[in-house]
């Protein structure tokens, strides 16, 4: 008996092994497998490199050496100035009548030619995709020679700023840190001629003002490092380097965060703020700022929420409130204002902290002689106006959704926003009233 159930039981055993090696042969050949899979990973290729440490400073030096060689050859992989003319000359040659109006076109035909002819570095323009992609309603099946050239400028200009961004990331992570884009900035600032007057002890706080845009809209969670790509991505660079242009309208350069107007007038409201001149704004200065009609619950919670040093702001921090302040339909400057009234810190707005903050607008307009006006009819207006998912909780992204948020946020911290929007009827019947004065005489 001992012998027959050691029999069967080895039986089973060898059963058991056979099965296991029946799924792994099938179970391989469906993955596509080899046999020897082992060495199979042996040809994976090393796909993580360790940075090197502080006091690894030969490590540091040859990993800055092979990107600064690295960012020079994909540097000599761009179009020069005479390769674009070339290429312009080309495209000129090469337009596919008939034109339309005064813009030359080219067919897909041509612009095979012009490939071919204008050398391996134009290789990656002249594809079917890029020529689908900018074609639009031409009835002879062309595209727009300027489109396309324009399309070219860009792509160069992007590789070309993306690469000089590149020199400052001191990581090389595809990052730049707050310290990187200061010194990109403060680098760039002989380059733009519409900076030419201003002083060098403004450079500093011109760098800080300039520097602080990038961060407030680009680094919500505050890590404190940007992407180089969203840096491209965005339109602020654009803006930035526009003051290359010395013939920049007064308009154009009143509406640029970057401009020398614009930052003197930051900095100067800043210092007119600054009563007793220690460099910092307390609680008392900021209520100053605009037309000074912010409730004090509200810049309460500013001295609360944003960090200070011994209860007073700094220029930094002053920054980040006149970003929110002056772009409130944005939803970083939504994010800013949202974390201020939400004073339960629960993630939305209910009923309690909407009546907390217009409870100070309506002590306001008391002082200032004005009608009360009932919260509940607020209420319901501002609700009216989200429409949050919940009927009872307004969210940061129910008010970014609602396209609304400017106006709900501005009824509920400053008592003259709140009375522009209360009698925004009246002001826009005075308007039209003004503007047919104006057409008569």
């Given at each position: 008996?001992?012998?027959?159930?050691?029999?069967?039981k080895?039986?089973?055993?060898?059963?058991?092994?056979?099965?296991?090696d029946?799924?792994?042969?099938?179970?391989?050949e469906?993955?596509g497998?080899?046999?020897?899979?082992?060495?199979?990973?042996?040809?994976?290729?090393?796909?993580?490199y360790r940075?090197?440490?502080?006091?690894e400073?030969?490590l540091?030096k040859?990993?800055?050496?092979?990107?600064a060689?690295?960012l020079?050859?994909?540097?000599r992989?761009?179009?020069d100035?005479?390769?674009?003319?070339?290429?312009?000359?080309?495209?000129?040659?090469?337009?596919?009548p008939?034109?339309?109006?005064?813009?030359a076109?080219i067919?897909y035909?041509?612009f095979?030619k012009?490939?071919?002819?204008?050398?391996?570095k134009?290789?990656?323009?002249?594809?079917?995709?890029v020529?689908a992609?900018?074609?639009?309603?031409?009835s002879?099946?062309?595209?727009?020679?300027?489109?396309?050239?324009?399309y070219?400028?860009r792509?160069?200009w992007?590789?070309q700023?993306?690469?000089?961004?590149?020199?400052y990331?001191v990581?090389?992570?595809g990052?730049?840190?707050?310290?990187d884009?200061?010194?990109?900035?403060?680098?760039?600032?002989?380059?733009?001629?519409?900076?030419?007057?201003?002083?060098?002890?403004f450079?500093?706080f011109?760098?800080?003002?300039?520097?602080?845009?990038f961060?407030?809209?680009?680094?919500p969670l505050?890590?404190?490092?940007?992407?180089?790509?969203?840096i491209?991505?965005?339109?602020?660079?654009?803006?930035?380097?526009?003051?290359?242009?010395?013939?920049?309208?007064?308009?154009?350069q009143?509406?640029?965060?970057f401009s020398?107007?614009?930052?003197?007038?930051?900095?100067?409201?800043?210092?007119?703020?600054?009563k007793?001149?220690?460099?910092?704004?307390?609680?008392?200065?900021?209520?100053?700022y605009?037309?000074?009609?912010?409730?004090?619950?509200?810049l309460?919670r500013?001295?609360?929420?944003?960090?200070?040093?011994?209860?007073e702001?700094?220029?930094?921090?002053y920054?980040?409130?006149?970003?929110?302040l002056?772009n409130?339909?944005?939803?970083?400057?939504?994010q800013y204002?949202?974390?201020?009234?939400?004073?339960?810190?629960?993630?939305?707005l209910?009923?309690?902290?909407?009546?907390?903050?217009?409870?100070?607008?309506?002590?306001?307009?008391?002082?200032?002689?004005?009608d009360p006006?009932?919260?509940?009819d607020?209420k319901d207006e501002?609700?009216?106006?989200?429409?949050?998912?919940d009927?009872?909780k307004?969210?940061?992204?129910?008010?970014?959704?609602?396209?609304?948020?400017?106006?709900?946020?501005?009824?509920?911290?400053?008592?003259?926003g709140?009375?522009?929007?209360?009698?925004?009827?009246?002001?826009?019947?005075?308007?039209?009233e003004?503007?047919?004065?104006?057409?008569?005489t």
């Amino acid at each position: 008996m001992g012998r027959s159930s050691t029999f069967e039981k080895k039986s089973e055993q060898e059963l058991k092994d056979e099965e296991m090696d029946l799924f792994t042969k099938y179970y391989s050949e469906w993955k596509g497998g080899r046999k020897n899979t082992n060495e199979f990973y042996k040809t994976i290729p090393r796909f993580y490199y360790r940075l090197p440490a502080e006091d690894e400073v030969l490590l540091q030096k040859l990993r800055e050496e092979s990107r600064a060689v690295f960012l020079q050859r994909k540097s000599r992989e761009l179009l020069d100035n005479e390769e674009l003319q070339n290429l312009w000359f080309l495209l000129d040659k090469h337009q596919t009548p008939p034109m339309i109006g005064e813009e030359a076109m080219i067919n897909y035909e041509n612009f095979l030619k012009v490939g071919e002819k204008a050398g391996p570095k134009c290789k990656q323009f002249f594809t079917a995709k890029v020529f689908a992609k900018l074609l639009h309603t031409d009835s002879y099946g062309r595209i727009s020679i300027m489109q396309f050239f324009n399309y070219v400028m860009r792509k160069v200009w992007l590789h070309q700023t993306r690469i000089g961004l590149s020199l400052y990331d001191v990581a090389g992570q595809g990052y730049l840190r707050e310290s990187d884009l200061e010194n990109y900035i403060l680098e760039l600032i002989p380059t733009l001629p519409q900076l030419d007057g201003l002083e060098k002890s403004f450079y500093s706080f011109y760098v800080c003002t300039a520097v602080r845009k990038f961060f407030f809209f680009l680094d919500p969670l505050r890590t404190g490092k940007i992407k180089i790509q969203d840096i491209l991505a965005c339109s602020f660079l654009d803006d930035l380097l526009e003051l290359r242009d010395e013939e920049l309208s007064k308009e154009s350069q009143e509406t640029n965060w970057f401009s020398a107007p614009s930052a003197l007038r930051v900095y100067g409201q800043y210092l007119n703020l600054d009563k007793d001149h220690n460099g910092m704004l307390s609680k008392e200065e900021l209520s100053r700022y605009g037309t000074a009609t912010m409730t004090n619950v509200f810049l309460d919670r500013v001295f609360q929420e944003c960090l200070t040093y011994d209860g007073e702001m700094d220029y930094k921090t002053y920054l980040d409130f006149v970003l929110a302040l002056e772009n409130r339909k944005e939803p970083a400057a939504l994010q800013y204002i949202f974390k201020l009234l939400d004073i339960e810190n629960k993630g939305y707005l209910n009923v309690f902290s909407l009546n907390y903050f217009f409870r100070a607008i309506q002590e306001l307009m008391k002082i200032h002689g004005q009608d009360p006006v009932s919260f509940q009819d607020v209420k319901d207006e501002i609700f009216d106006m989200v429409k949050p998912k919940d009927p009872l909780k307004i969210s940061l992204q129910d008010l970014i959704n609602s396209n609304q948020g400017d106006t709900v946020t501005t009824i509920l911290i400053d008592l003259n926003g709140f009375w522009t929007y209360e009698n925004r009827e009246a002001l826009v019947a005075n308007d039209n009233e003004n503007s047919t004065d104006l057409d008569d005489t």
